[in-house]
């Protein structure tokens, strides 16, 4: 299975992918608070289109199976946590747990930010070849 991180998600939305692809509930979650915190902070003019954004984006998330943080992801947080202390990019490291609890390759344009945590047969860039 395939996991992508918020980035490649752009790319999807101009009708670029047409494999079955899960969505991490993490960039799931980016992705929405981005489109909803544009909803309620956009200028009266502005307001109409922050509201199509959203509804067009909901549509869109709604075409992905979600990938839920389980009790085996925690596990390998935790593991994860232990093993990088320095590493900082909290989000990257739930992602990676995800990964590499469910043995999924995760599809980003930053890879450096995964490649201290992540073998490179887990990580894959459709973006920039």
Known sequence: ???WDTNIFTDFEKGNSTLQLYLKKIPWAEI????CKYALTATPEKLPLAHKILAE????LDKFNIAVFDEKCAQKLEELKRKHKAHKRYPDM???AMALAGKHIVVTRNQKHFQVVLPKT????W???
Request: charge should be positive; charged fraction near 30%; proline fraction near 0%.
């Open 1 to 3: 299975m395939f996991l």
């Open 32 to 35: 929405l608070r981005g489109r």
């Open 57 to 60: 984006t909901r549509e869109t």
């Open 94 to 96: 739930m992602i990676a």
């Open 122 to 125: 887990q990580l894959a860039n």
């Open 127 to 129: 973006i920039d070849k």
